[in-house]
T-cell receptor, first 111, second 115 residues
Framework: GNSVTQMEGPVTLSEEAFLTINCTYT??????LFWYVQYPGEGLQLLLK?????DKGSNKGFEATYRKETTSFHLEKGSVQVSDSAVYFC??????????FGAGTRLFVKA | NAGVTQTPKFQVLKTGQSMTLQCAQD?????MSWYRQDPGMGLRLIHY???????DQGEVPNGYNVSRSTTEDFPLRLLSAAPSQTSVYFC??????????????FGPGTRLTVL
């Protein structure tokens, strides 16, 4: 069945460091891929998405490119801020009714 | 728009008690779902609905019931609470369940503890 694997956390970075959170997926067909972010005490909110191969999703300085050849959707940001501290979830949706989430990666950014 | 709302925010139950977690959305979304979030396990789908009167099971449905009598509301019932149901519960909605591209909108969550 479909699945999403993302790197374990926590990830601890200093402010202005470069961020990469790895995400790979297993799916039949052509799923849509998402990154959601969860700030402390809140629900998840969409950060970015890509719906077909080679698409790049971007928002708030974050980017991820849908790589079908490597079945990956890694999240990157060039310069993180303390306010980026949160839990990040990679997810896929295959055209059916279910979204499959990864386990989440907690990011801590130190001033 | 209030978006997706959930009540209560926190709840403590004793083993064997029943309760209903409320979820409502004001975006006229057809698709609604319930997830539970446990440490290290991401979000797991409990039940979902593709419209009023239509519900189906997700990945971990045992011990939970749902109904969808209106487009706006999708309550989750715990029939006889067990400590294994201690978790954070999120309700989500999206415009439709099909197509695979729809963004899901999440409520703020209900933190449930079963003693």
């Amino acid at each position: 069945g479909n699945s999403v694997t993302q790197m374990e956390g926590p990830v601890t970075l200093s402010e202005e460091a470069f961020l990469t959170i790895n995400c790979t997926y297993t799916a039949t067909g052509y799923p849509s891929l998402f990154w959601y972010v969860q700030y402390p005490g809140e629900g998840l909110q969409l950060l970015l998405k890509a719906t077909k191969a080679d698409d790049k999703g971007s928002n708030k300085g974050f980017e991820a490119t849908y790589r079908k050849e490597t079945t990956s959707f890694h999240l990157e940001k060039g310069s993180v801020q303390v306010s980026d501290s949160a839990v990040y979830f990679c997810a896929l949706r295959d055209g059916g009714f279910k979204t499959i989430f990864g386990a989440g990666t907690r990011l801590f950014v130190k001033a | 728009n209030a978006g997706v709302t959930q009540t209560p925010k926190f709840q403590v139950l004793k083993t064997g008690q029943s309760m209903t977690l409320q979820c409502a959305q004001d975006m006229n979304h057809e698709y609604m779902s319930w997830y539970r979030q446990d440490p290290g396990m991401g979000l797991r789908l409990i039940h979902y609905s593709v419209g009023a009167g239509i519900t189906d099971q997700g990945e971990v449905p045992n011990g939970y019931n749902v109904s969808r009598s209106t487009t706006e509301d999708f309550p989750l019932r715990l029939l006889s609470a067990a400590p294994s149901q201690t978790s954070v519960y999120f309700c989500a909605s999206s415009y439709s369940g099909t197509g695979g591209t729809d963004t899901q909108y999440f409520g703020p969550g209900t933190r449930l503890t079963v003693l």
